[in-house]
């Protein structure tokens, strides 16, 4: 059965009620709650979940339909003023301005996205740009909602550890070495400055960095990656650790140099190893099947201009395939959800991507469950460079990786059916063609898209957007509004991690005014 309320009607919510629309709020409230306690025994939240908004929807249906009723005909029309015979000025239609601040947004908002990183913490645990804003009075006859301005403070990152951007691996010798950058956003020099510091930090001392000033382009540079020690011939590689004694030839040593040292930017497999940090600040290094990242172009290696999942080092270096981005996000996007049925829900039209048949976990999932990986022989091989190069896709299938396989805790978080589930959807989703490049974001109920331009703002100082394009969002009737749901988003369809900074955005109501 289909659990999302948004695909189906008033009349199809109300028919699998049992019920004949239009029915009484008393009886929907009833045939309803039979229901939440049905299910309640049987501990399936997912269906808990559904007949409570099936019980909100058509509640507040009736609470709309019943204005109509009581207002008999009635004909809304764009005149902010009309004559009246005993008042020679009636206004038609007023304005209030709801200002919304996240310094004082719900606490409890529950925490259900299924997201990991390297960080120490959910982003959505602690997040001010996913929150519930209950209004202090209910807003009654609205008929459009407009937003006027908004204000975020510049404390969101380019590189970030809950993005999972902020990492790659170099293989040396069969060895992943793990390169982390810290979390933050860097000019050009200062970039390259960390960059070469946490490849020391590897002791990796030989590998450059350097960010050409009229092409913004990057390259890795080698410096004397082989060498005579001694009094005899003994080559060192410093880049793969291997050391010969006796005549070899330079090509032999440039040829082992490119075969057996890579970078890896995209771990399509899952297989390599990840340093962790867990909920007590205690680090690790382990395969986390769970902790992965998005896509390719979601990555730390994407960011500095590299398009490709794999690069062999070259002992006269690498250079990207296109200029270094250190700006970050283009745009935000502000998602208000108003719990209104009588709209269009999606006005925001984007560029249709890849077809992705996989199906989203359900919400009682998070990375806090107790699960454990299973490992599985990966279908991708690294022989050439010709290969990797041939590997930049838009999708592929990879049935065999490593995948999370979810098992009972003590005490008992889930039911056994819910695991079961769960690890179904997962086997499914690793069974089916996988996007390995983010989609164009086609979240609903948008209501504006912010341009982001932070020329001459420094961190941490406010960056204000008062010249929007118009984008009201009007409803085919008045509507009554208590509550929203206000999500932040990057160009990227992701969450905004502005560091525990709160922002503020202020709506323009239209309300119908003389009834």
Known sequence: MDTNVKNYSVEELTEILGLTYPARSRDIIVKTNEYIKKYTKKENEEMINFFEEVQSILVENNDNREIEKSKGSQNVYNVPVQKDVLNPLLKNVTTRIVNIDSQFRDYTFEDSLFQTSTASYSLNEYSSSYFNANLCEQLTNVLSIKMENIIIPKTWYTIDSVYNNNFFWITTHGEDYFIVLRSGNYTPVEFVAELEYQLAQNNFFGIKCIINPTSSRLSFTFDNPYHLSGTEKQYFVFITGESFIGDLEEEAL??????????????????????????????????????????????????????????????????????????????????????????????????????????????????????????????????????IEDFLFNQTKMSNKSIPQFIPSAPRILTQTQLYATNQIIRHNRGNPINCRLPSPTTNDVLAIIPVNTQGVDHQNLFIQDKLQTNTRLFFGPVNIDRFTVRLINDKGQLVNLNGGDWSFTLKIEVLYQI
């Open 254 to 387: 440039t040829e082992m140099l490119d075969t057996y040292a890579y970078f890896t930017f995209y771990d399509i497999g899952n297989l390599k190893y990840y340093k962790y940090t867990d909920s007590n600040g205690k680090e690790f290094s382990t395969n986390l099947c769970l902790l992965f990242q998005p896509s390719i172009d979601a990555t730390l290696g994407w960011l500095m201009g590299f398009r490709s999942p794999y690069l062999f080092m070259k002992s006269d270096g690498n250079t990207a395939s296109v200029s270094i981005n250190l700006s970050g996000t283009q745009y935000f996007s502000l998602v208000l959800e108003d719990y209104q049925t009588n709209r269009v829900n999606n006005d925001i039209i984007t560029l249709t991507g890849l077809q992705d048949s996989r199906i989203d976990l359900p919400k009682y999932i998070n990375a806090s469950l107790l699960y454990k990986c299973i490992k599985l022989k990966n279908n991708v091989s690294i022989k050439t460079e010709k290969s």
